[in-house]
């Protein structure tokens, strides 16, 4: 196993590693790359990973992270890694007009929190802002990122939806995020903008995600629910990596992916095995139901291989992140849900 993640410039650096596949996509690229809604977890240390590979590459080309910055502190971060940042609400239509021109867009653009209370802004965020800005680069091949939320619970045993399965989102947001993929494949039905659909299920980050969410509740000795008994996951720098990768596979009809790790992990397994690392006893609540939301990912396996980082590893890092108080982002995924409500 890798030595322990110890600090934040080391996890940072670690989600940023461009791999020879991000490499190969972005030696295709004929523009500036622009990457938005920048500035949500995933987005800084994938634009990070873009800058890198560009400046390996002996790239012309700039990377520009396009965002509200609700958190100005990530626009200083972003610049001093060598991304151009451009603030902007895409939900003004004027704005997005102003934005740089690209033919290589990554769209990270969503909202999933906060839904219950506002659901009308989601499905502006979702939707709309999807009209505006496929509209602004019509000529454009554009990653979008989707969810495996717009699938239907499944049975655990059945090994996850598939990219052809029917769709069956649950409650404003996973709706929402059908109408971010609708949108875009009208667009590209349309006007002939290239896309992927990438559908990922749950990234994780030690700052953040499912397997965070498990272990700090082993840590300070609260039940774990296993009533969702199982989930997927995958380490947010080979989601990175794939994302950036996907642009060589925009297509019109979309490219439809989905993007997580190969196993169905059991969350009750999970606890336990933080409750060894951690010596602490385990209690749990609920009893597993024989449903879930899970995603196959073979066909993402069968073009990109399988994802760098294993499982074990990635416990094994959220144990010690957890351990020594690394910090987090207080954003839980709330993968427990399953009404769809967020
Ligand atoms: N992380 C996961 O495990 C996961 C799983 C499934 C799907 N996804 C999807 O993947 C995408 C990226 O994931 P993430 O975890 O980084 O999402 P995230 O934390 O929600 O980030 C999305 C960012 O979009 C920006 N944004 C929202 N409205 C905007 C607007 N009107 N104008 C400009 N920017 C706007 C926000 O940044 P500002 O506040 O700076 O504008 C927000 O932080 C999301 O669309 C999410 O739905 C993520």
Known sequence: MDMLITSEEDLDLRLSEPT?????????????????????????????????????????????????????????????????????????????????????????????????????????????????????????????????????????????????????????????????ERVFTYFSQRTGLRCALMRLNYAIALRYGVLVDIARRVWVREPVDVTMGAFNAIWQGDANAQALALLSHCAVPPFVLNVTGPETISVRRVAERFGELFNIPVTFTGIETPTALLSNAAKSQYLFGYPGITLPQMIAWTASWVQQGGSFLDKPTHFEARDGKY
């Open 20 to 180: 020879p596949g991000v490499l190969a996509a972005l030696r295709g690229l004929d523009s500036d790359l622009l990457i938005l809604g920048v500035g949500g977890k995933m987005g800084p240390t994938l634009a990070r990973m873009a800058a890198r590979a560009l400046r390996d590459i002996g790239s012309p080309y700039t990377v520009y992270g396009i965002s509200r910055f609700s958190q100005p502190v990530q626009r200083e971060q972003l610049e001093a890694w060598g991304v151009q940042t451009v603030a902007c609400d895409l939900l003004d239509r004027r704005a997005v007009a102003a934005l740089p021109d690209s033919l290589n867009l990554i769209y990270m653009v969503g909202q999933k929190f906060g839904t219950g209370a506002d659901p009308a802004l989601t499905w502006a965020i979702n939707t709309y802002v999807p009209a505006l800005v496929a509209e602004r680069y019509s000529s454009a091949r554009v990653v979008v990122f989707s969810t495996g939320n717009v699938y239907p619970l499944t049975p655990v045993v059945a090994g996850g939806s598939q990219e052809g399965d029917d769709l069956g989102p649950q409650g404003d947001y996973a709706h929402s995020c059908v109408g971010r």
